[in-house]
């Protein structure tokens, strides 16, 4: 058991799930960079892939070179989505995770520092 001033106490309640929060928009944004280096895209972005597979053109009527086309610029409207949607997804990790950083070191910055002269005036807990 180690002995801890009840402000203390307090700061430990506050910051445990801010940890665990930091930890898991840590994890997040890892994870989410390692997808991206090695182009495996979310989920929710694969879903997105089929459009450019849904685009028929009736190649009776409009010349085949002019459909071909088409579906290129289906294809790289389709390239364009995918590589804004994957930028914007890991600016916002980042950002959350940036955030989350900073409310931590707040408040481990505030967490008062052990003194011998504070002890004997301030009550004292356990921490487990």
Same mark, same amino acid.
Do not use: C
């Given at each position: 058991?180690q002995?801890a001033t #009840?402000t203390?106490? !307090? /700061?430990h /309640?506050?910051?445990?799930p801010?940890?665990?929060l930091w930890s @898991?928009k !840590?994890? !997040?944004?890892q994870i989410? *960079?390692?997808?991206v280096?090695f ?11 089929? @459009?450019d *597979? ?6 009776s $009527? @409009?010349?085949?070179d002019?459909?071909?086309?088409m579906?290129n610029?289906m294809?790289?409207i389709t390239?364009?989505f995918?590589t804004?949607?994957m930028?914007l997804? $890991?600016? *916002?990790? #980042?950002r959350?995770y940036? &955030?989350i950083l900073?409310? &931590? !070191?707040? %408040?481990?910055?505030k967490f ?7 002890? *004997?005036d301030?009550? %004292?807990g356990y921490? #487990?």
């Amino acid at each position: 058991e180690q002995v801890a001033t #009840a402000t203390q106490w !307090n /700061l430990h /309640l506050i910051l445990k799930p801010k940890v665990k929060l930091w930890s @898991i928009k !840590n994890k !997040n944004y890892q994870i989410l *960079s390692k997808r991206v280096k090695f182009d495996l895209l979310p989920k929710f972005i694969d879903k997105i892939d089929n @459009i450019d *597979s849904s685009l028929k053109v009736d190649e009776s $009527i @409009i010349k085949q070179d002019e459909a071909q086309e088409m579906y290129n610029q289906m294809r790289q409207i389709t390239k364009d989505f995918r590589t804004q949607t994957m930028t914007l997804h $890991i600016q *916002s990790a #980042a950002r959350e995770y940036e &955030v989350i950083l900073h409310q &931590v !070191n707040s %408040i481990i910055e505030k967490f008062p520092q052990k003194n011998d002269d504070d002890e *004997s005036d301030a009550e %004292i807990g356990y921490a #487990a």
